[in-house]
């Protein structure tokens, strides 16, 4: 029944009191944002799951870590990857995670929007994003592609892989998400910057292994990926041929030295020092066994990044 302000009754004022106590107490139910300590990092209720969002690359060896720690700690632990690295940017911003995952910088539109965050990058490894294509394309001959190339691919200027030197077949692209990690490296290897790509409308992308299960089922397709889930038996990573003839595969040393132009950190990020079971897994994350599973899941550890002199 719809209660009008003529017919309304109001309530004595212990009831009235009781009312309030029990909306306060809803809205706290319903999600209410944490409060951030006086550190500047996200509190994590008594008793609650420490939680984690982002990057679904930096999830492989964050899940995992998170599994040992289940058993071996009796830690809480809660690992998601809903919006990728920008989801586990806004989340930490908006205190409703203690850790986001990033395989990327926070950039400086990110620090502008939440100018209360302390955003504080941890750099547990390195990865790189390749373009990947599906095999009918690589037995077709497609090795490797210029910048050149990629762009007249993402702005439909190339549509067929024989203007390519491939095979006779449509190119099928699949864009990743704007604000993943991944679809940033590629447009800053390619055009300088997000805001200077182009806007396109081919189909979107989203995890790795969501990428990599359309790029496998496809023909003639091509998308943007994590090198290190490129399979090389159903999508294969491209090499990147530079101005001067050279050919850059993605590989360990060449991500090492930066050689690879489109090598990548992958990062935990707090909001302020991590503190209590944020820090336990930060600290796990950064020690020996962790460093292990970084490189358990293809991506190289912070021990291997030392650029050869």
């Known amino acids: 029944m719809v209660v009008t302000p003529s017919t309304r009754t109001v309530p004595p004022n212990g009831l009235r009191l009781a009312a309030v106590v029990m909306l306060g107490a809803l809205s706290v139910g319903l999600g209410c944002k944490p409060a951030a300590t006086a550190g500047g990092s996200t509190s994590q209720p008594s008793g609650a799951a420490l939680k984690i969002n982002g990057s679904t690359t930096v999830n492989l060896p964050a899940a995992e870590a998170a599994e040992t720690l289940r058993a071996e700690r009796g830690m809480n632990i809660q690992v998601d990857t809903q919006g990728g690295s920008s989801g586990g940017i806004s989340m930490l911003a908006d205190g409703l995670v203690q850790i986001g995952m990033a395989s990327k910088h926070v950039s400086d539109d990110d620090r502008a929007k939440y100018p209360g965050v302390q955003f504080n990058e941890v750099h547990v490894g390195e990865d790189a994003v390749a373009l990947i294509v599906s095999k009918d394309v690589w037995d077709g001959g497609v090795r490797a592609i210029t910048k050149q190339q990629a762009k007249d691919v993402y702005e439909s200027k190339v549509t067929n892989w024989k203007q390519l030197g491939g095979p006779d077949a449509r190119v099928a692209f699949f864009n990743k998400e704007p604000g993943r990690g991944t679809w940033e490296v590629f447009v800053h290897w390619a055009y300088g910057g997000p805001k200077a790509a182009p806007a396109v409308s081919f189909p979107e992308v989203g995890g790795n292994e969501e990428t990599r299960n359309k790029v496998a089922g496809t023909r003639g397709a091509l998308s943007q990926l994590s090198s290190s889930w490129a399979d090389g038996k159903t ?10 003839g050279q050919v850059v595969e993605p590989t360990n040393e060449n991500i090492a030295t930066k050689r690879y132009p489109m090598s990548r ?29 970084v490189r358990k899941h293809g991506y190289l550890s912070l021990d291997q990044l030392k650029v050869k002199e």
């Open 235 to 244: 999508v294969f990573a491209l090499a990147l041929r530079t101005d001067d």
């Open 265 to 293: 950190p992958l990062f935990l990020l707090t909001n302020g020092p991590p503190a209590g079971d944020a820090k336990t897994f930060v600290d796990y994350m950064l020690s020996g066994d962790g460093q292990k599973l």
